[in-house]
């Protein structure tokens, strides 16, 4: 099983829309959470830390779950420039002690 | 605005030539990192420093990559010799990571390899 699992979509939507990613991971002490957004054909760049007891900014929400493992990432009235692949990363603590990066969602928003 | 730069930016090569890949981290970050990206395996962990020391380099196929940071300011991944299999993306990160706590990652464009 991967560290982190993400559904690598992509997802296409309409603008306006509401899309909602998941991802799970696999080390139950796991500390740190984030999501990152990576542009076709650029870097990685830090979107959002995710705290346990969630957190928004702007039309962006990140969820924890725990008990289930799982991270979440809500993208409310989409628009045209949030087209990109969302990357889900974990500390794993141990072992390798690095950040473990998902292989990322991509999303499509439609005009 | 500090970033962390990459060079070079795009590589071509034949099979069997060395290839040396230089990155320069932002000032005060104490890890460096270096992944490679292709689109079957994603985002792969190759190699980090912190202080300059190497703390794993498992993810790195030993017998042809090697990774060094001879001083704060430089960090190179090189391989020798280069296959077709290498042609990838070459992403260098850096970071402040204090007492296990993992602040954000700042990647740096990351150099296009590919090997003929």
């Known amino acids: 099983r991967k560290e982190v699992e993400q559904d690598p979509g992509p997802f296409n939507v309409p603008e306006g829309a509401t899309v909602a990613f998941n991802c799970t991971y696999s080390?139950?002490?796991?500390?740190?959470f984030f999501w990152y957004r990576q542009d076709c054909r650029k870097e990685p760049k830090l979107l959002m830390s995710v705290y346990s007891s969630g957190n928004e900014d702007g039309r962006f929400t990140a969820q924890l779950n725990r008990a289930s493992q799982y991270i979440s990432l809500l993208i409310r009235d989409s628009k045209l420039s949030d087209s990109a692949t969302y990357l889900c990363?974990?500390?794993?603590?141990?072992?390798?002690?690095?950040?473990?990066f998902g292989s990322g969602t991509r999303l499509q928003v439609q005009p | 605005d500090a970033r962390v730069t990459q060079t070079p930016r795009d590589k071509v090569t034949e099979m069997g030539q060395e290839v040396t890949m230089r990155c320069q981290p932002i000032l005060g970050h104490n890890t460096v990192f270096w992944y490679r990206q292709t689109m079957m395996q994603g985002l792969e962990l190759l190699a980090y420093f912190r202080n300059r020391a190497p703390l794993d380099d498992s993810g790195m196929p030993k017998d042809r990559f090697s990774a060094e940071m001879p001083d704060a300011t430089l960090a190179t991944l090189k391989i020798q010799p280069s296959e077709p299999r290498d042609s990838a993306v070459y992403f260098c990160a850096s970071g402040l990571v204090l007492k296990g706590s993992y602040n954000e990652q700042f990647f740096g464009p990351g150099t296009r390899l590919t090997v003929l």
């Open positions: 080390n139950s002490a796991s500390q740190s």
């Open positions: 990363v974990v500390n794993p603590i141990t072992g390798r002690r690095a950040l473990t």
